[in-house]
């Protein structure tokens, strides 16, 4: 009985993880459709900036590309940490057979 219940807790965390995999992937989706975005809007209407305003703007693309990267690394990470764990919680399930 005890055996039952420790594999219905691990099976329900991991579809709980299951769940949150699903959320990072579409969190990261959002992400990507803002970006694109932005990648058009910038160059559809920022071409003829010059001067000041084209270098604080130039300055602020370079932050925001190098936020996109933390994004995917973060994202990437995240994934696989999310998968191991599921993983770890299915070999707990195999092991209480």
Do not use: C, P
Not at 4 to 13: F, V
Not at 26 to 48: P, V
Not at 56 to 77: F, M
Request: charged share 35%; no cysteine; aromatic share 8%.
């Amino acid at each position: 009985m005890e055996r039952e219940l420790k594999r219905s807790k691990y099976l329900a965390e991991a579809a709980a993880l299951t769940n949150n995999l699903e959320n990072v992937r579409e969190a990261l989706i959002e992400f990507e459709d803002s970006a694109g975005l932005f990648r058009h809007t910038n160059q559809t209407y920022s071409s003829e900036w010059s001067g000041k305003t084209r270098q604080a703007y130039d300055s602020l693309v370079e932050e925001l590309n190098q936020t996109e990267q933390i994004v995917y690394d973060v994202h990437r990470d995240l994934m696989a940490e999310i998968n191991s764990e599921i993983d770890r919680l299915f070999e707990k399930v195999r092991e209480l057979k």
